[in-house]
């Protein structure tokens, strides 16, 4: 089953166009681009994930901001008789996700374009919502997870990941931040669409507004995760992904060179690799 919804319409203003347009320019295409390593980055989750997610044969399973939907296949598979809807803001991520699917024969998996905090789910029409980093880019948390509290059967689960705090006790934060500091001003300044969907990535950071988002739900659960990230083979390559998400793409040899020794610690048999930590919840639509 590969249905490709029609879009629904919505006025040019609404209230995540500013995401909308990060996900369907630049950034999005560079996700898409970059399917794998960017599942190879965040890859350690999905076992949290989904041991969380206790997905069973038959269930109906929605992926919020799905991207190129490599959780929403997994999800479909776990469901066996039921089946998984992936649901995101990004026509070239949905592409991507629609090829894959299609490349590993996947049957019971459709995605629809659409903005999760306002897309019209059918009421109840699902046991189970997850998403792996997909759910901090809305303009209004509460009205978003509301939203998806309706498409939820009651007693339905809530799973997600998203990350903690950026801080200089963490492994990724603070090589980020000097290899940030390496690349100034071209680094940021330089592609404020990255820089503005890198600040929605932490909006959600701080528990207390997870909760206050959360207010229709109940048992709801904040746990903390230390996870690992996936860079690059080696620091080069690592290197050669972070200025792929730069204008340039490329730096003077003496910064590239401070960039890769900045890496080198990190760097192992499994290839460049940094803790990260991240914030795993889950949550009930009361019965
Ligand atoms: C960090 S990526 C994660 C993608 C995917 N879950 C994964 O693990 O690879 C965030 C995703 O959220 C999507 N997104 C952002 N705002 C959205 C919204 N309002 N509704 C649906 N999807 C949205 C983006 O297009 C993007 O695909």
């Avoid at 040019?12 to 960017?38: F, K, L, T």
């Avoid at 500091?181 to 959600?204: F, I």
């Avoid at 890769?260 to 930590?277: C, I, S, W």
Wanted: net charge neutral; glycine share 10%; proline share 6%.
């Amino acid at each position: 089953m590969t249905t490709h919804a029609a879009p629904q319409a919505r006025p040019a203003d609404h209230p995540n166009a500013r995401q909308e347009a990060i996900w369907n320019g630049p950034v999005g295409r560079h996700w898409a681009a970059q399917q794998d390593r960017y599942d190879a980055m965040s890859g350690d989750l999905d076992d949290h994930l989904f041991a969380a997610a206790a997905i069973g044969d038959g269930d109906r399973v929605l992926d919020i901001g799905c991207g190129a939907g490599t959780v929403t296949r997994i999800a479909a598979r776990l469901a066996g008789r039921g089946r998984a809807v992936g649901v995101d803001i990004s026509a070239p991520l949905l592409d991507r996700a629609r090829a894959r699917t299609a490349a590993e024969g996947v049957a019971n998996v459709s995605y629809e374009l659409g903005d999760a905090q306002t897309h019209r789910f059918p009421a109840g029409g699902y046991d189970v919502a997850i998403s792996r980093g997909g759910v901090m880019f809305f303009a209004d948390h509460a009205a978003a997870f509301g939203n998806v509290a309706r498409a939820l059967r009651p007693g339905g689960r809530l799973v997600f990941a998203c990350p903690q705090p950026a801080s200089p006790d963490i492994e990724e934060s603070r090589a980020l931040g000097m290899l940030a500091k390496l690349l100034g001003e071209q680094g940021a300044a330089a592609s404020p669409e990255s820089a503005d969907a890198r600040a929605a990535m932490a909006s959600l950071s701080d528990p207390r507004r997870v909760r206050a988002a959360l207010a229709a739900y109940t048992d709801v659960d904040v746990t903390a995760l230390t996870i690992e990230t996936y860079w690059g083979k080696d620091p080069a390559d690592a290197v050669d992904f972070l200025l792929s998400r730069t204008p340039d793409a490329s730096v003077p040899r003496v910064t590239r060179k401070a960039m890769e020794d900045t890496l080198t610690p990190h760097a192992g048999g499994r290839g460049v690799r940094m803790k990260a930590r991240v914030w795993l919840v889950t949550a009930t639509r009361p019965s």
